[in-house]
C-alpha cells in the first residue's frame, strides 16, 4: 500500500489522531493488483478539517460532509463516516454523519467496494465485514442486503461497470433482486451520470449488453439503448478515431440530438450530396446519426471525408481567374465532380473548375 499510494504517509502525519480509512475502489484495486487510482478517504471525525490539515482549496459538500484535496497530483476525496437511510426508494438518502466505519462500510454498494484499510495503524489489517475479499477472488458482485437496489436503483448501472471491466458475475441472490430494480425511479440526473460513468469504460459495450441482458435497457428509453449502440460504434475503427472525445460525445448522447435526425433521414444519393450534408456535423451528430442507422456514414468517414483536390485556388488566380466567389465556386465544383468520379486527375480538375469559375451569373 505504502508504494502505490505514498501521499497516505502525509494522511498518517496530519490525521491528529483521528482514525482514517482508505475505502471503496482503492482497496478493491489494491487487492486486485490493480494500477492506483484516486482515492478514497473516511475520517470517524471532520472530513474539511482534515482536508485543510492537507493543504487543500476544500472544495466542501455540506450535505454529505465531504471535502476533495490534491495530495502530490492525485486527487483524494475525503468523507466524514456516516450511515444514510433512504426515506423512500430512489430518493436521495438522508444521511447522519457521526457513524463509525462500519455503518459507513454497510451503506456502500457492493461487497467488493465495501472494505477498509486503517491508516493509522502501524500493521494495518483489512476491515472486510461484508467478506468483499471472498467475492473477489471468486470474481462475484454481492449487494450487502436485499433492499439494495430499491434504496438506489442506479446500483444496477454500476454492477454492469464492475462486471464489464472486471468480468465479474452478478451472485444468484443479487442477479435475482437486480431483475427487480427499476431505473425509472431515480432522477434522470442521477441515472444518466452512472450510464456516463459507464460508457466511459473501455469495456462499455459489454456492459450495456449486460444492461440489456438484464432487462434493464428498452428500447430507445432515455436514449439509453442509444448510448449503448455509439459505445460499440466508438470502440472500433473508423468510427474510433473521434473517441478521443469520447465522454463529452456521450455526454451529449444522452441529451437532445438535433442534428443527427436529419442526417438519418437524408439517404444522399451520391458521394458529394453526402458530403454536402455531413461536411460541418459535429462529431457527436455524426456518430448519433450513425448509432440511429445513417450507414452511408461509414463511408463518409472512411472514404469521402478525406477526398481533395491535387489542384488549388492558386492554381486558378494563375489560370486568369479572379480572387472572390468564382475561385470558390470553381474549386466546389471540381471537388463534386471528383466525389462523384466525374473527373480524374489534375489536368481534368482544372478543366472543370475553370468552367465553373468562368460561368457567369452564378
Ligand atoms: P472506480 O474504480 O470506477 O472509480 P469506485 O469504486 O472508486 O470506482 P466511485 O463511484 O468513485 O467508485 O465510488 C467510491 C465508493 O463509494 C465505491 O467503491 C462504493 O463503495 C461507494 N459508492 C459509490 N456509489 C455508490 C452507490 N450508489 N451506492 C452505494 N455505494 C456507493
Redesign the pocket.
Known amino acids: 500500500m505504502r508504494a502505490a499510494y505514498p501521499e497516505l504517509a502525509t494522511v498518517r502525519k496530519v490525521a491528529g489522531g483521528k482514525p482514517v480509512y482508505l475505502?471503496?475502489?482503492?482497496?478493491?484495486?489494491l487487492l486486485l493488483g490493480r494500477r492506483r487510482?484516486?482515492i478514497?478517504l473516511v475520517v470517524e471525525g471532520d472530513a474539511a478539517a482534515l482536508a485543510v490539515r492537507l493543504g487543500a482549496d476544500v472544495v466542501e459538500h455540506e450535505r454529505f460532509a465531504t471535502a476533495k484535496a490534491q495530495l502530490d497530483g492525485h486527487e483524494v476525496?475525503i468523507a466524514t463516516a456516516r450511515a444514510?437511510t433512504y426515506p423512500q426508494p430512489g430518493a436521495l438518502p438522508e444521511v447522519e454523519p457521526t457513524a463509525g466505519i462500519a455503518a459507513d462500510?454497510a451503506?456502500?454498494?457492493?461487497t467488493?467496494?465495501?472494505m477498509a484499510i486503517p491508516l493509522l495503524r502501524r500493521d494495518p489489517e483489512l476491515i472486510d465485514p461484508h467478506r468483499g475479499r471472498e467475492d473477489l477472488e471468486a470474481g462475484l458482485l454481492r449487494v450487502l442486503h436485499s433492499g439494495?437496489f430499491d434504496?438506489?436503483p442506479?446500483?444496477a448501472v454500476?454492477a454492469a461497470?464492475?462486471a464489464a471491466?472486471f468480468g465479474f458475475e452478478l451472485e444468484p441472490e443479487t442477479k435475482g433482486l437486480l431483475g427487480q430494480a427499476d431505473l425509472s425511479m431515480v432522477s434522470a440526473d442521477r441515472r444518466n451520470a452512472?450510464l456516463l460513468?459507464l460508457a466511459a469504460?473501455a469495456e462499455a459495450l459489454r456492459g450495456f449488453a449486460l444492461l440489456t441482458e438484464w432487462g434493464l435497457l428498452k428500447p430507445h428509453e432515455n436514449g439509453m439503448e442509444l448510448a449503448g449502440r455509439t459505445a460499440g460504434l466508438l470502440s472500433e475503427p473508423p468510427w474510433s478515431r473521434i473517441a478521443d472525445r469520447g465522454r463529452a460525445v456521450l455526454a451529449a448522447v444522452l441529451g437532445p440530438w438535433g442534428e443527427a435526425e436529419k442526417l438519418v433521414a437524408a439517404h444522399p444519393g451520391r458521394p458529394s450530396e453526402a458530403v454536402k450534408l455531413a461536411r460541418g456535423s459535429a462529431p457527436i451528430e455524426l456518430v448519433l446519426a450513425r448509432a440511429l442507422g445513417a450507414e452511408w456514414l461509414d463511408r463518409y468517414l472512411e472514404e469521402w471525408d478525406a477526398v481533395r483536390l491535387e489542384i488549388d485556388g492558386a492554381d486558378l488566380i494563375e489560370a486568369g481567374v479572379s480572387e472572390g466567389p468564382a475561385l470558390g465556386r470553381g474549386l466546389a465544383e471540381a471537388l463534386r465532380r471528383k466525389l462523384d468520379g466525374e473527373v480524374d486527375g489534375r489536368n481534368e480538375e482544372l478543366e472543370v473548375a475553370l468552367a465553373a469559375a468562368r460561368k457567369p451569373g452564378e
Do not use: H, M
Request: no cysteine.
Open positions: 475505502v471503496g475502489g482503492a482497496v478493491r484495486d487510482t484516486d478514497d476525496d444514510e462500510l451503506r456502500r454498494d457492493f467488493i467496494n465495501a439494495s434504496d438506489d442506479t446500483r454500476r461497470r464492475y471491466r452512472e460513468r469504460e
